[in-house]
């Protein structure tokens, strides 16, 4: 007797076993989601959503050019120039002049993410001078400046502010032209700049005493700038905040690149271990800033600092944030225990965002990001930009929305600030966050998002509710449909009507490579009252 199986009984076996999974597929039960029974897991800040305008885009200057701009191609325009971050490649850059915060659109659609913080801060504003008088603006800015931030253009972004129900969020100028002749810091220009804000009717909710200082160089604090250096500026603004801005939120320390592979060995790093170290606990809450990556420009950063479109739907791209928090919370809990913590700049990528940031395939990691940091009790999420580069919410010619603006909006109508523990999913690709429905007592919001680029998803609902569902042709257009429709402004930019497609209880399938929200205002969960 030949020890051996024929062909033919192997196929068949094969077959069978096949077939057997299949219908083990097929008769297993989808997770059920139950809204009235989703227990209160935590609270976000009436703001959780925001965003930042950068100092650059406010005084002009160089920021991240756009991959498909034709601007600055010059060869001047590839020398360094005076408000570039150290030793960065000018070629990385291109000149804007100062955003226009008057234009309708720009209003009318920020007016719509309100209530907001806008966050007026980032490398730039390390190193610009306040101009304190109505007097033109010199040509070049004083000794150890780099830009120049008129009354004029704060007022403007104190009018913007009140305009779109956006409380303002900023950092001070720490460059060398604000110290000593020992190098320590002084209030003189803060001092100024917080005079005229109350002169005029504004107010800082909240502030960083500079931006990213455990990468101090490059943003322009003094050569050799350390953690006890930081700690005895830290000590010097705090006595003056202490009478300057009564109720300020005090932020702190605001690190970036950390718990990730972003930052090259080459930058001179501190570490927000050693700067909490130094300083102590002085923050009313923990600041941090949160990049996956760095996008195509900042190669130099090497090929693990960087990613690629392939991988944006990826389980462990979508979990970066949420492991960089996990990264900063361990340290909050370390040296500040019980602090809110705030995500104060974050994006696709850093360094103005890959070339896919301003397309569909990005509203997963967005949406996704906002869900996780909720469920998390991160408080306060600031994407970076409003309108600027690749990664802002607008496009920074037209003031157009892109699909993160949309997938905004749907999160401002929808979600509201109690978070709700939505359970397990039922693949690693299906990502299920749950908070209370805005402005519905007992309401119950669902944010669906299957990452599955080629696999349908089911799950479970008990209850009506209103779906609302965003698609796009391409992953990678900037052109998205809501309930197959697509979203577009309307006459005089008004905004659509969400509206919501009936779904009644019971087995709801979501589509490959879709994110849906569901709105369920008959939910009764008691939390949620």
């Avoid at 659609?109 to 603006?137: C, E, I, K, M």
């Avoid at 705030?342 to 990005?362: H, K, M, P, V």
Wanted: net charge negative; charged share 15%; proline share 6%.
């Amino acid at each position: 007797m030949k020890n051996t199986i024929d062909f033919p009984l192997i196929a068949l076996v094969a077959l069978a076993l096949t077939q057997s999974s299949a219908l083990i597929g097929q008769d297993s039960k989808p997770v059920v989601v139950n809204p009235a029974t989703l227990a209160r897991i935590g609270t976000v800040d009436e703001r959780f959503q925001s965003y930042n305008i950068e100092m650059v885009e406010v005084t002009g200057g160089r920021f991240w050019k756009p991959y498909n701009s034709n601007a600055d191609t010059s060869q001047s325009a590839k020398q360094p120039a005076a408000n570039q971050p150290t030793g960065m490649d000018p070629s990385l850059y291109q000149y804007r002049p100062p955003i226009d915060l008057t234009n309708a659109r720009l209003r009318k659609l920020a007016a719509a993410l309100g209530p907001a913080y806008l966050r007026v801060s980032g490398t730039w504003a390390n190193t610009t001078w306040f101009q304190d008088s109505d007097d033109p603006a010199p040509a070049n800015p004083p000794d150890g400046f780099k830009g120049i931030l008129t009354r004029r253009q704060w007022k403007g972004v104190l009018d913007f502010s009140h305009a779109t129900n956006a409380e303002i969020v900023t950092s001070f100028s720490i460059g060398t032209g604000t110290r000593d002749a020992a190098g320590v810091w002084t209030p003189d220009q803060a001092q100024k700049f917080v005079a005229y804000t109350k002169s005029v009717g504004g107010n800082i909710a909240a502030a960083e005493f500079m931006n990213e200082p455990n990468i101090a160089e490059i943003g322009g604090a003094p050569k050799g700038y350390d953690a006890p250096a930081y700690a005895r500026d830290i000590a010097a603004f705090r006595a003056f905040a202490k009478q300057a801005l009564p109720g300020l939120i005090f932020l702190g320390p605001g690190s970036a690149g950390e718990g990730t592979l972003m930052t090259p060995s080459s930058m001179h790093l501190l570490t927000s271990v050693d700067l909490l170290t130094a300083t102590g606990p002085v923050f009313d809450a923990v600041s941090y800033h949160s990049y996956g990556a760095v996008s195509s420009r900042c190669g130099m950063f090497g090929a693990s600092a960087t990613t690629n479109a392939d991988a944006a739907l990826s389980d462990e791209w979508l979990a970066r944030p949420a492991r960089i928090e996990e990264f900063y919370g361990g340290i909050r809990d370390r040296f500040e225990p019980g602090k809110p913590l705030w995500n104060t700049e974050t994006a696709q990528a850093a360094c103005g965002g890959d070339r896919w940031a301003s397309t569909f395939l990005d509203s997963f990691r967005y949406l996704n990001q906002l869900g996780s940091l909720a469920k998390r009790g991160v408080q306060v999420n600031m994407h970076n930009t409003l309108a600027a580069s690749d990664y802002g919410l607008l496009d920074e010619n037209t003031y157009a929305p892109r699909p993160n603006y949309w997938a905004a909006l749907l999160w401002h109508k929808l979600m509201a600030t109690t978070v709700l523990d939505a359970g397990s999913s039922p693949t690693p690709s299906l990502h299920l966050y749950a908070q209370c429905l805005r402005d519905n007592p007992g309401g119950v919001a669902l944010l669906i998002i299957n990452a599955d680029r080629g696999s349908s998803q089911t799950l479970e609902v008990r209850g009506a509710s209103d779906r609302y569902t965003l698609t796009a042709h391409d992953l990678q257009n900037t052109h998205i449909q809501l309930n197959r429709e697509e979203l577009q402004l309307g006459s005089n930019d008004a905004l659509p009507k969400l509206n919501g497609s009936p779904e009644h209880a019971g087995s709801l399938t979501f589509a490959p490579a879709s994110i849906t929200f569901l709105a369920m205002p008959e939910a009764h969960n008691a939390s949620c009252q």
